[in-house]
């Protein structure tokens, strides 16, 4: 039933999807997708909604079992595993609506995201070496939070939520990060300041963004994977896709280009 | 063994009738209302009250008591619960005060004992209300004695149990409530007007639990204590059952009134309450989200 | 001097501490005891504070952990009583052992009714000691191993904690023969190790209860600020962001539930020096609930508020009750204390006092911009 097998990940993959499926009785709401994304690319997830994009993201990160496939992190196979243990493989995610820490300082958050070490016992320790606190304002910098620092981030704003959580994702520095919608909700301005964050992770992170905005989309992406009720619809270069008459038909041909 | 199989019945029904009110609080409003046994004190005090001094007997003080306890649930809710939605523990704590202030009241009279004055049928004793005569024999079924009370009981919590369940599904305030408990933001965006159900449903739980009171009185010596572990229980069936789940509550208290019963039967009352709470405990962790959950999203 | 909210909570911490060890200046014996009760509830507090204030985890059930650290010591201490030892036979017997032994049962620990064997490792001091803290922590390590786990949590936790608290007593009561069921453990003797009695109304019981206090508050501070104690906060936050961002929730849940039934077994053990009884009502559900009634006055949020919120009303309802009909009027007051302080207080009297704090420190700091962040920054690189 696999699409295109894929079998063990090839060097240089970041990412590789083999024949994820998930059925919710008797629904597929993702249907033997296989893909690969290689290292320091950055890949747009396309589709309607409804087409799987948020769920193929819980079944990668863990939050939802898949009922076959396999899922590899680089050569390392991360399907099946607790959300934490994918996430100590070097998997990042950022959800669709943002989450973060409430009642904690911005750079609070900041600094917990940066606790690389996960155990209880190894963190039982006061205060972070000058490196981590380094990087803690380095990200607070890039993110444009320097000011709101010491304020709990649950007084943020919509946009700055979310450059907090992508901030979040800095700090924990995993080797590929997913990105649901993180321009959603957003104004112009703030779209704007989130793809110069987007970009300025490229170079560090495998990044894999579910997006719908296709002026974003063609600002930052690489390569475009389109979904399709569940399943990969078609793959390639934005030329490529914007080319595409299965996707003109599917997706694009109703909503169009904006 | 018909006699004891009865007995969980009766235990089972006094439960349901508790729960059920806790299960609409909070099924519906998200409020963990400790003060709730109070309600099932202050019900069993009312059926001593109208029998002291207006010589009612335990049936015609059912509609009193369901009277009294639901306007208190009103109060409760107009005063301090309704200050509280979405902070369920909060609800919890506060309840809890609340409950402490009722047994208080009743324990000094009102607080006229303070005055030296004390109103006969309350303070700290014991009280009792005797049944009627037609109540209180037996009659055998199949060579077991069964006590007529208690398969009036059960008759009285059956039929409640069809009036709340035509008030949730055959009247408007119950679709209403309904609304509420699946999705309180979208049922008060759809014009619901949620604090008016909410206070009516929290003073039909608390009525419910007044009744339940009356029918312990029948069987149980009356004490300004007496509540506390009528809540604890109605909160176990209700958590068993699944939070939202009427059908879950009625069977699960039917499930842990037969635990109690046969147990107590081989056993004693200790032991009973002891495997009640290992059997919830074992619930809870198996399926946290009841026996009978609505599967929301 | 510029105030900064560190030097001032610290400053409130070394307050606290030189006032309760300079308290035996002041009181006599009889309410320095008394006094040594309210430091153990005080105590509790903290440990309610860590598990709900910081793990976002209301435990109904503390006073299990309160109840099996009192029973612990309580065992070793009855068999050092003269009554247990003046029994006649090799091994010390608890009277009530003997009251309820079957006729003809040997007059041993090791066989005088069934299970009384159990009792035997209690004749060392040390070990019920031991007991006092290992028992509650592998309790609260099993029930977090397998609540956390099923990530079963708010008010379900509270549900679970309530039943096993409850469940608890019951079979406490109801192992009446190898218990004394409902009435406890009393006519105890005095703890004596390292060639120290503790009668409990002598100053070393208090000052070794002044003492553990202030080692406690420092402790649970510290280990709050830690980076796990961080963590664990952001746990508290948002679960699921923690998870994603590697972090094993339910092992640092466990971790700090089993730091907090510590606190209380501990708790528990002064207790029973200070009051030379053991009862089964400590695992009553009024009194874990009457528990979280201190830390949410006090402050749920803050490990000193929660203790301090704890030896107030105990102080008061002290004095009140020296007079029965104040006492019912006291607890109409904890009633109203109660729902007030959730109403109109939800951070206790912590949050007053905060208030107080930031208030201080942004006068200090004079006209200086708010926006500056510096001083922050500071303040953070010396703590």
Known sequence: MIQNPIGAPASGAALTIDGLTVDFAGFRAVDTVSTVVEAGELRVLLGANGAGKTTLMDLISGKTLPTAGRVFLGEREITGLEEHRISQAGLGRKFQIPSVFRDLTVRRNLEVAACRNPGVFANLRLGFSPAQTRRVEDILDQVGLVTRQEDDAGSLSHGETQWLELGMLMAQDPKVILLDEPTAGMTEAETMKTAAIIKAMRGRHTLVVVEHDMAFVKEIANRITVMHLGRVLAEGSVADIEANAEVRAAYLGAKGIR | MLDTIFIGLSLGSVLLLVALGLAITYGAMGVINMAHGEMVMLGAYTAVMTSLYLGLGLIAAMPVAFLVTALMGLAIERLVVRRLYGRLLDTLLATWGVAILIQQAVRLSFGLAFAGITIAGLGPGLQNVSLPEWLGGVFSVAGSEISVYRSFIILVSLLLAALTWFLMYRTSIGMQLRAIMRNPQMAAACGIDTNRINALAFAYGSGLAGVAGVLMAGFKTVFPDMGTPMVVDGFLVVVMGGVGSLVGSILSAGILGQINGLTAAVSNDIIARAVVFAVVIAVIVWKPKGLFSYKGR | ?383
């Open chain 3, 1 to 383: 001097m510029r105030l900064t909210k560190s030097g001032l909570n610290t400053a409130t911490y070394v307050a606290f501490i030189a006032l309760i060890l300079a308290a035996p200046l002041v009181f006599d014996p009889f309410w320095l005891n008394r006094l040594s009760k309210y430091l153990v509830f005080g105590m509790l507090g903290a440990a309610i504070a860590v598990s709900w204030g910081y793990a976002g985890i209301l435990n109904l059930g503390q006073g299990l952990f309160f109840g099996l650290g009192a029973y612990a010591i309580a065992m070793s201490l009855k068999l050092a009583s003269a009554t247990s030892l003046a029994q006649g036979s090799d091994t010390p017997i608890p009277d009530f052992m003997l009251w309820n032994a079957e006729p003809g049962a040997p007059t041993e620990l090791c066989c005088i009714t069934k299970g009384s064997f159990l009792w035997i490792p209690f004749q060392s001091p040390w070990f019920g000691i031991a007991m006092g803290i290992v028992a509650p922590v592998a309790i609260a390590f099993g029930l977090g191993m397998v609540v956390f786990r099923k990530r079963i949590s708010g008010v379900f936790v509270s549900i679970i904690t309530l039943s096993v608290v409850l469940l608890m007593r019951l079979l406490l009561v109801q192992a009446q023969p190898l218990t004394n069921g409902f009435n406890g453990l009393t006519d105890l003797g005095y703890l004596t190790v390292l060639g120290l009695e503790f009668d409990p109304y002598m100053p070393q019981t208090y000052y070794l209860v002044a003492i553990s206090l202030a080692l406690v508050l420092v402790g649970a501070r510290l280990l709050v600020e830690t980076r796990s104690g961080l963590i664990l906060q952001a746990i508290r936050d948002d679960d699921r962001r923690a998870r994603f961002l590697g972090f094993d929730v339910p092992r640092y849940q466990t971790f700090f539930f089993c730091a907090s039934a510590a606190i209380s077994g501990y708790a528990g053990m002064l207790y029973v020096m200070a009051s030379e009884f053991a009862s089964p009502t400590f695992m009553d559900l009024s009194f874990s609930i009457t528990m979280v009634v201190w830390a949410a006055v006090g402050g749920r949020n803050s490990i000193l508020g929660a203790c301090i919120g704890a030896i107030l009303i105990n102080m008061i309802e002290a004095t009140v009750s020296e007079t029965p009909a104040l006492m019912e009027a006291w607890r109409v007051v904890i009633g109203l204390a109660f729902v007030f302080a959730v109403l109109f207080l939800p951070r206790g009297l912590a949050g007053l006092a905060a208030g107080l704090r930031d208030w201080l420190v942004a006068r200090s700091e004079g006209a200086r911009p708010h926006a500056a962040p510096i001083p922050a920054a500071e303040e953070r690189g010396r703590a």
